[in-house]
């Protein structure tokens, strides 16, 4: 597959600059630059795909600088970004709380051609494709191509909703990118979904395309143009389908999360528990690509069934296809479960991340104290190592989404309890069940001679820092023979003191 640039205009960019930092610029190449950022009281810089140049400038940028590139290219919108007409380029601003300009960023708009020929029979089907890709992996530069194809080769009727004239361009008249195209330019982010709505009522199109669709609201106007029989080419919010399917907002897009109690029959012949997620009703987009990189990519095309199996807990499958051809996503294996068995050295070189999952982290937390585990709880799945659950919980959907998303092993325990915690731990850690049951018989037998001297001696007696569950049994200990015993200091050096009766 051939890839070629038309023309990015990027001297019309240059000139909006000051003088001194055109002359700059002119040294560097322009092949591949991204966006150029201009930050009040630092050095501009010029930035690529795969590195960042600090443009050697005499001096850092300054208010003056600012406004010349402001005074160049006109009003800022509601969304601070800004245009230069007849051209792709986009200029986004930063404004401190005054709400004056202190930074910003200049992108470089590119019309290239032959970047949808991976996906170019999703588009001929005329049903619905939403993208889904990490900024700048060119979702925008695709939406644009698909709009001249479809205008141009297939002779359709087709509606571009301009929000941030990314797609079209600056000014009243459309960039030829988008070829015979119309294009309806959006007055405020907020009306986004109204514009969508109106294009649908008022032009009579046949496709609509449209750009990062990231409210309800833009939702459920792409729910309602599709209904109404118009192919829908748009992007979302979201690296993957996984992603698409958590997010509450924008779910409806691939046909949103509802749950669903069975009965008991139903639930024995399924396998599951009683209460499983569904998909709530057919997906607005019937076909979903993320966009991996710009020459790769995976195709899902039947959302539903991709979905039905996310919300099964299984992978989602698909197609991957690059200029060398496609093949079959390789489904990642279940992750091994339950066993519970050590952690492998690498693993245990460093802090261990647990996520909880239906347990109490404050819980985890205690027993990580107390058995001084290296070891620590985190709030989301992606920055762990392991994932604890309630075996109960372990066919949840939610579940399997988040093993299957992020390769983590399961260690389940059958009780929330910190005895069945501390003991999945101590094996977890390869610490032998011996060495913590040690620990407590030398606790006993300490309160117990400290008992034995306070009743002696008539004094009270001071015993070693314990952690909280050890001094809960030295607690009973000391209440047995009716003396007074009191914690003191903080964990993990807190200890018990013991006082005559």
Same mark, same amino acid.
């Given at each position: 597959?051939?890839?070629?640039?038309?023309?990015?205009?990027?001297?019309?960019?240059?000139?909006?600059?000051?003088?001194?930092?055109?002359?700059?610029?002119?040294? #560097?190449?322009?092949?591949?630059?991204?966006?150029?950022?201009?930050?009040?009281?630092?050095?501009?810089?010029?930035?690529?795909?795969?590195?960042?140049?600090?443009?050697?400038?005499?001096?850092?940028?300054?208010?003056?600088? #600012?406004?010349?590139?402001?005074?160049?290219?006109?009003?800022?919108?509601?969304?601070?970004?800004?245009?230069?007409?007849?051209?792709?380029?986009?200029?986004?601003?930063?404004?401190?709380?005054?709400?004056?300009?202190?930074?910003?960023?200049?992108?470089?708009?590119?019309?290239?051609?032959?970047?949808?020929?991976?996906?170019?029979?999703?588009?001929?089907?005329?049903?619905?494709?939403?993208?889904?890709?990490?900024?700048?992996?060119?979702?925008?530069?695709?939406?644009?191509?698909?709009?001249?194809?479809?205008?141009?080769?297939?002779?359709?009727?087709?509606?571009?909703?301009?929000?941030?004239?990314?797609?079209?361009?600056?000014?009243?008249?459309?960039?030829?990118?988008?070829?015979?195209?119309?294009?309806?330019?959006?007055?405020?982010?907020?009306?986004?979904?109204?514009?969508?709505?109106?294009?649908?009522?008022?032009?009579?199109?046949?496709?609509?395309?449209?750009?990062?669709?990231?409210?309800?609201?833009?939702?459920?106007?792409?729910?309602?143009?599709?209904?109404?029989?118009?192919?829908?080419?748009?992007?979302?919010?979201?690296?993957?389908?996984?992603?698409?399917?958590?997010?509450?907002?924008?779910?409806?897009?691939?046909?949103?999360?509802?749950?669903?109690?069975?009965?008991?029959?139903?639930?024995?012949?399924?396998?599951?528990?009683?209460?499983?997620?569904?998909?709530?009703?057919?997906?607005?987009?019937?076909?979903?690509?993320?966009?991996?990189?710009?020459?790769?990519?995976?195709?899902?095309?039947?959302?539903?069934?991709?979905?039905?199996?996310?919300?099964?807990?299984?992978?989602?499958?698909?197609?991957?296809?690059?200029?060398?051809?496609?093949?079959?996503?390789?489904?990642?294996?279940?992750?091994?479960?339950?066993?519970?068995?050590?952690?492998?050295?690498?693993? #245990?070189?460093?802090?261990?991340?647990?996520?909880?999952?239906?347990?109490?982290?404050?819980?985890?937390?205690?027993?990580?104290?107390?058995?001084?585990?290296?070891?620590?709880?985190?709030?989301?799945?992606?920055?762990?190592?392991?994932? #604890?659950?309630?075996?109960?919980?372990?066919?949840?959907?939610?579940?399997?989404?988040?093993?299957?998303?992020?390769?983590?092993?399961?260690?389940?325990?059958?009780?929330?309890?910190?005895?069945?915690?501390?003991?999945?731990?101590?094996?977890?850690?390869?610490?032998?069940?011996?060495?913590?049951?040690?620990?407590?018989?030398?606790?006993?037998?300490?309160?117990?001679?400290?008992?034995?001297?306070?009743?002696?001696?008539?004094?009270?007696?001071?015993?070693?820092?314990?952690?909280?569950?050890?001094?809960?049994?030295?607690?009973?200990?000391?209440?047995?023979?009716?003396?007074?015993?009191?914690?003191?200091?903080?964990?993990?050096?807190?200890?018990?003191?013991?006082?005559?009766?």
């Amino acid at each position: 597959m051939t890839i070629h640039s038309i023309s990015d205009d990027i001297e019309l960019l240059f000139k909006t600059l000051p003088n001194p930092l055109q002359d700059k610029l002119a040294v #560097l190449s322009s092949e591949g630059l991204l966006e150029i950022v201009m930050d009040l009281g630092r050095l501009p810089q010029a930035r690529y795909a795969d590195r960042s140049v600090v443009i050697l400038a005499q001096t850092p940028v300054s208010h003056a600088d #600012l406004d010349y590139v402001v005074n160049l290219i006109g009003e800022f919108g509601a969304d601070n970004r800004a245009g230069i007409e007849g051209t792709l380029h986009r200029i986004s601003a930063i404004r401190n709380r005054k709400g004056e300009i202190v930074g910003l960023t200049l992108r470089v708009g590119r019309t290239v051609t032959g970047t949808i020929d991976l996906i170019r029979d999703l588009i001929e089907s005329g049903r619905s494709l939403l993208l889904l890709g990490r900024p700048g992996v060119g979702k925008t530069t695709k939406l644009r191509e698909v709009a001249r194809v479809l205008a141009d080769e297939f002779g359709k009727r087709v509606i571009v909703i301009d929000t941030s004239n990314e797609i079209g361009g600056d000014g009243d008249i459309p960039h030829p990118a988008i070829g015979g195209a119309r294009r309806m330019q959006v007055p405020h982010p907020d009306k986004q979904h109204a514009v969508m709505i109106e294009a649908v009522e008022n032009h009579m199109p046949e496709v609509i395309v449209v750009d990062e669709i990231g409210t309800a609201a833009e939702a459920l106007a792409a729910r309602t143009i599709a209904e109404r029989g118009v192919q829908l080419i748009g992007t979302a919010h979201g690296n993957t389908l996984a992603n698409l399917v958590q997010n509450p907002t924008l779910s409806d897009l691939v046909g949103g999360v509802q749950t669903v109690t069975l009965g008991d029959e139903e639930a024995r012949f399924r396998g599951t528990q009683k209460t499983v997620s569904e998909r709530k009703a057919p997906p607005t987009f019937e076909q979903v690509v993320e966009l991996v990189d710009h020459n790769e990519l995976i195709v899902h095309m039947d959302t539903a069934a991709a979905v039905d199996a996310l919300l099964r807990g299984e992978d989602p499958g698909g197609v991957r296809r690059t200029p060398e051809g496609e093949r079959p996503v390789e489904v990642t294996p279940q992750p091994a479960e339950s066993g519970n068995w050590p952690l492998p050295a690498e693993t #245990l070189k460093g802090e261990v991340r647990i996520y909880p999952y239906a347990v109490s982290r404050d819980l985890v937390d205690r027993v990580i104290r107390s058995f001084r585990f290296d070891a620590r709880t985190v709030a989301n799945p992606e920055r762990a190592d392991i994932v #604890l659950a309630l075996r109960s919980r372990s066919d949840d959907a939610r579940l399997r989404r988040i093993l299957n998303a992020y390769g983590l092993p399961l260690h389940c325990i059958k009780k929330s309890t910190s005895a069945q915690i501390r003991r999945l731990l101590c094996h977890v850690f390869s610490q032998p069940e011996k060495a913590a049951d040690d620990d407590v018989e030398a606790a006993v037998s300490e309160a117990e001679a400290a008992v034995r001297r306070v009743l002696e001696e008539a004094k009270a007696v001071e015993l070693s820092p314990q952690p909280r569950e050890i001094r809960k049994i030295q607690h009973q200990i000391v209440n047995r023979y009716h003396l007074v015993a009191e914690s003191v200091g903080s964990d993990p050096y807190r200890y018990l003191v013991i006082y005559p009766g």
